[in-house]
């Protein structure tokens, strides 16, 4: 009797662990198709509140940012690439995403280092320089959230969504675009962002006044993959954590024309890297 008292308790409690077991492990996940009509609602939400509840305050940042351009060695007969920007500085950091503004002012460190190529940056002035694409605006176009590709055009992307407790996650894939993932909570804050490019894509930039070219540039995008992680604070505000970004330039040309239309600086075929680490401090 005793043997077979001991025998169901065993099976009752052996039960109850399971069930204990499926209760505290085992969470319902869904993944399905979304519509477009759908996913439409889903990403209005989810910039609504990135725009809403983006943090005003300024945080300090580490930005680490490196930028490389490939050269030939006529003696070898290889490539290489050749260091132009090598950069570890502390920033203080304030983004107004509603206003597309991004402010930063440099914190004095002297953990701070900027390597910077003059040889290379000595020809150009101002916005004229590479060095304004391959750092400020792999920078900026980033941290834009809202405005990044997958969120505004809609139509180009096919979407998965999958649902895990509070947690959900949208994969999004454009054969001619982006392809990635975001995830959310259950009040629509953006928990981390990850993509990269399927198909390089080409860049046009040129102004004129009076008529006259000032200059003219064009190159393609090759790569670019961009890792983005987000926390919220106290305050239940989210702010970027980690941001990291690598960028490929391909067939970079420039022309810089004088008043009477000479042109006074010309670049043909140049290829560039680009790395970004954005890190909350």
Known sequence: MKNILYIVLFLFCSSTVF?????????EMVIERVSKKNMLDIINNVKQQT??????????YVVIQRAFIEKRDSV??????????????DYDVSINLPSKKINKSKINTNLNKSQLNEKFFERYSGNDSPLYWLTEIVLRKYVNIPELDFFNNITDYQFDRMVKGKVTTVSFFSENFYEGEFVYDEKYNLKSITFHLNVPYPI???QMKNGKYMFDKNWVYKTETVKIKFKLDAQQKIYIDTLEAYEEIQNYNFKRYDSTGKITIEDKGLNFRSFLNLERK
């Open 19 to 27: 069930a204990q077991i499926e209760d505290t492990e085992m969470e």
């Open 51 to 60: 725009y809403k509840n983006y943090t005003r305050s300024n945080y300090k």
């Open 76 to 89: 070898k007969k290889t490539d290489f690439y050749d260091t132009l920007v090598n950069s570890r500085l």
């Open 204 to 206: 046009d930039h040129s």
